[in-house]
T-cell receptor, first 112, second 115 residues
């Protein structure tokens, strides 16, 4: 299983941007980069995913390095509700297994 | 709201007992996966069911078993419970075995405590 490395924790202030890094130096050419987050006492929640190009959606932006060995999840204006554990996950392109390999993720604390 | 519902939300069992956890997948989703999440850890994949057949399994012993029904709901059964089985059990559903474009939706989980 392809491995990702994330900082254990990060801290931000409300309404400021947050950049959550992820290293995945062993990524294969066809792996997609997915981000999920888990709010306290809830199941994981899909945030965003991408392959090579940067991606934006209503929740966040995903910036992918040109060599694809790292990526950054960007929350443009953190809110208290964004306090969660964020997981960076690599997924192969073909269906066949829904297996997601979670690491320990990054625990984001948002200060008011 | 993800449309994935799990029951019960909390339960306590004694070591050696058996437990059944239930999951109702999002409408139209034919794929269900189960994950175990110990305190302070990320979720670990147990197995996946696609159209009523097991379609992938993680590193869990055979006493972890499951079922998927014709309506795509699912059960996770754990026999001979051990103290280390205490965890949050998560159910996830998606369409067609989680093709990359398909979002995977998680339920809120069932908290199991083994004493």
């Amino acid at each position: 299983d392809a491995k990702t490395t994330q900082p254990n924790s990060m801290e931000s202030n409300e309404e400021e941007p947050v950049h959550l890094p992820c290293n995945h130096s062993t990524i294969s050419g066809t792996d997609y980069i997915h981000w999920y987050r888990q709010l306290p006492s809830q199941g994981p929640e899909y945030v965003i995913h991408g392959l090579t190009s940067n991606v934006n959606n209503r929740m966040a932006s995903l910036a992918i390095a040109e060599d694809r060995k790292s990526s950054t999840l960007i929350l443009h204006r953190a809110t208290l509700r964004d306090a969660a554990v964020y997981y960076c996950i690599l997924r192969p392109p073909q269906g066949g297994s829904e297996k997601l390999v979670f690491g320990k993720g990054t625990k984001l604390t948002v200060n008011p | 709201e993800t449309g994935v519902t799990q029951s019960p939300t909390h339960l306590i069992k004694t070591r050696g007992q058996q437990v059944t956890l239930r999951c109702s997948s999002q409408s139209g989703h034919n794929t269900v996966s189960w994950y175990q999440q110990a305190l302070g850890q990320g979720p670990q994949f147990i197995f996946q069911y696609y159209r009523e057949e097991e379609n992938g399994r993680g590193n869990f012993p055979p006493r972890f078993s499951g079922l998927q029904f014709p309506n795509y709901s699912s059960e996770l059964n754990v026999n001979a419970l051990e103290l280390d089985d205490s965890a949050l059990y998560l159910c996830a559903s998606s369409l067609d075995r989680g093709r990359t474009g398909n979002t995977i939706y998680f339920g809120e989980g069932s908290w199991l405590t083994v004493v």
